[in-house]
């Protein structure tokens, strides 16, 4: 037998010994582990990570042009305003069956002639304050996305000096109910946002002329008010596909 396993302090040392190289492997791997954890595991983590960082940064910048309490306030009153609402039929082009009736009755259909709607009468008649409030109530919803001065944001494009805000009404009617898809060129620059706006036709007529008094005649823009029955004519609107750019008259 080998004395030295006899020996007391012999053995302490061995101890000893084991325990610091023990000790130096382990702050080894805890030193790797720090400077590999922010590595993504796996292809997915990597795909996810571009995500999570533009979220980051969406919310960000949505936070910045939105107060939140101006979001809770909008919340119950949305809520209640869609689920007052009654669904539309919608006829999409792609979906209509060539020679059926619903066909025919389309290629039929005068081409769309807004102009009685967009004919304003020419008038210095002052802003009515009570339509301004019912507007800056109703465009909390707008200011999701298009931000609480109407500077635009992630999301949207600016509403303030647009010259499609300012110019013909049928235009802005025309957008609140039927949505609208990009690209479209707001003062001199093209946006194309992915998700679009959507049709926001749940609004009364009083409610959309009011939202779109206000944005036109707010955040410095300047131009008459939109009043109801010019909503309420072009009401047949609702159900179409969302607009691009060509379908809306030359601001
Ligand atoms: C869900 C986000 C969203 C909401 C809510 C929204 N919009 Fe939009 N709006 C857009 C997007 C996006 C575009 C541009 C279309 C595109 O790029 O696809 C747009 C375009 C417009 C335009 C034409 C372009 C411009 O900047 O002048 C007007 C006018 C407009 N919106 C008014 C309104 C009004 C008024 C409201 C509230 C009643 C409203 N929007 C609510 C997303 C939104």
Not at 21 to 46: G, H, K, N, T
Not at 144 to 167: D, F, K, N, Y
Not at 174 to 193: D, H, S
């Amino acid at each position: 037998m080998d004395p030295t396993r006899d020996n007391p302090l012999l053995r302490f040392t061995a101890f000893w010994w084991g325990l610091i190289a023990f000790l130096v492997f382990a702050a080894l791997l805890a030193a790797i582990w720090m400077f590999q954890r922010d590595e993504p595991q796996s292809l997915e983590d990597a795909a996810a990570k571009v995500r999570y960082e533009r979220k980051a940064m969406l919310d960000a910048e949505q936070a910045a042009i939105l107060d939140p309490a101006a979001i809770e306030a909008a919340i119950p009153r949305v809520a209640a305003e869609i689920a007052a609402a009654t669904p539309a039929a919608v006829v999409r082009p792609d979906q209509v069956v060539p020679g059926s009736e619903t066909s025919k009755r389309l290629a039929e259909a005068p081409a769309a002639d807004f102009s009685a709607v967009d004919a304003a009468p020419a008038t210095d008649e002052p802003i009515d304050p009570a339509v301004m409030e019912i507007g800056k109530v109703q465009f909390m919803v707008c200011a999701a996305c298009h931000g609480q001065e109407g500077q635009g944001g992630p999301i949207a494009p600016p509403l303030a000096g647009s010259e499609w805000v300012t110019g013909p009404v049928s235009n802005l009617i025309r957008i609140q109910l039927r949505g609208l898809e990009g690209p479209i060129t707001v003062a001199g620059k093209e946006y194309n946002f992915p998700a679009g706006m959507a049709a926001m036709a749940y609004q009364t007529d009083e409610q959309i002329a009011a939202v779109l008094t206000y944005v036109r005649n707010s955040f410095g823009n300047q131009a008459p008010a939109v009043k109801p029955a010019q909503v309420a004519a072009l009401r047949d609107e609702v159900g179409k596909p969302m607009l691009k750019q060509a379908d809306l008259v030359k601001p």
